[in-house]
């Protein structure tokens, strides 16, 4: 979906939220990484992840958030697989 508008404003809404006083630089770039992380993009995770120690973030606070994107991953995946399980429930009932 890169280079496509709905990219591009996704991208547009992110910077415009990162971009403020209100939010300090470490907790952005513990977000980042940690999305990067949830996107299985190793690379950029550790790119970004040097970015948050650079920042000062406590290692305890990306540890933390990795932790949470494992969480959201595996929510994702049970509500899209649930159906499937469902179907097999409803087979061998």
């Known amino acids: 979906m890169r280079n496509t508008p709905i990219a591009q404003a996704r991208l547009a809404f992110a910077q415009t939220v990162f971009a403020t006083d209100a939010i300090a630089p470490a907790l952005v770039w513990i977000t980042a990484a940690a999305v990067a992380y949830a996107q299985s993009d190793d690379a950029r995770r550790q790119a ?46």
């Not at 970015?51 to 932790?67: N, S, V």
């Not at 499937?84 to 061998?92: G, K, L, S």
């Open 48 to 93: 970004l992840n040097e970015q948050a120690l650079a920042a000062d973030a406590p290692p305890e606070a990306l540890d933390e958030a990795y932790a949470i994107a494992v969480v959201l991953r595996a929510g994702a995946v049970y509500a899209h697989t649930l159906h499937v399980t469902d179907a097999f429930r409803d087979q061998h009932a």
